[in-house]
T-cell receptor, first 115, second 113 residues
Framework: NAGVMQNPRHLVRRRGQEARLRCSPM?????VYWYRQLPEEGLKFMVY????????ESGMPKERFSAEFPKEGPSILRIQQVVRGDSAAYFC?????????????FGPGTRLTVL | SQKIEQNSEALNIQEGKTATLTCNYT??????LQWYRQDPGRGPVFLLL?????KEKRKERLKVTFDTTLKQSLFHITASQPADSATYLC????????????FGTGTRLTVIP
């Protein structure tokens, strides 16, 4: 049973370009979460999605960042017009929330470097 | 303000000893608390979950305690091995209804052979 998949593992962009990060949840999971980890800092929640719906985007910057989880295909985190401060590791997690526990399983992350 | 503090940014212990890591939280009402392991360049790996009404959970050489009065969780690794060297993260789900986890900054454990 494959775990959470993320690609690319490493992404280099120049300032002003767009970054597109992909996440395929574990089989059977319909809940996806995106977190960002800056160097020497803890993981910070960005957005929580279910299929075709954004449930909570309270942790995501209002500008330049967007996320989607379409009916078919992976979840996408898009960062437009990247700046150096966007350089970080971006982790996706998935769960099969059943109203009780909500263990989140993480992918390997995408390390974004903005030059 | 809300805080999750993992005391000791780094902890070095001798192989075979018990490692004890601390997680303290402020201004949260956790529904449950989880511990993850993270190796350099990798994603966090889930280890244990303990609910607010549980005092202790065990899994092989791992033990977690949860004291809602002290607002603290302790994470123990007994008979530690060099392979246990990693960063350990505590995370909690708040009872406010949000589904996201709040993470501490982690403790980097090094087990010395």
């Amino acid at each position: 049973n494959a775990g959470v998949m993320q690609n690319p593992r490493h992404l280099v962009r120049r300032r002003g370009q767009e970054a597109r990060l992909r996440c395929s949840p574990m089989k059977g999971h319909s809940h996806v979460y995106w977190y960002r980890q800056l160097p020497e800092e803890g993981l910070k929640f960005m957005v929580y999605l279910q299929k075709e719906n954004i449930i909570d985007e309270s942790g995501m910057p209002k500008e330049r960042f967007s996320a989607e989880f379409p009916k078919e295909g992976p979840s996408i985190l898009r960062i437009q017009q990247v700046v150096r401060g966007d350089s970080a590791a971006y982790f996706c997690a998935s769960s099969s929330y059943n109203g009780g526990t909500d263990t989140q399983y993480f992918g390997p992350g995408t390390r974004l470097t903005v030059l | 303000s809300q805080k999750i503090e993992q005391n000791s940014e780094a902890l070095n212990i001798q192989e075979g000893k018990t490692a004890t890591l601390t997680c303290n939280y402020t201004n949260y009402s956790p529904a449950y608390l989880q511990w993850y392991r993270q190796d350099p360049g990798r994603g966090p790996v889930f280890l244990l979950l303990i609910r607010e009404n549980e005092k202790e959970k065990r899994k092989e050489r791992l033990k977690v305690t949860f004291d809602t009065t002290l607002k603290q969780s302790l994470f123990h690794i007994t008979a530690s091995q060099p392979a246990d060297s990693a960063t350990y993260l505590c995370a909690l789900l708040d009872q406010t209804g949000a589904n996201n986890l709040f993470f501490g900054t982690g403790t980097r454990l090094t087990v010395i052979p």
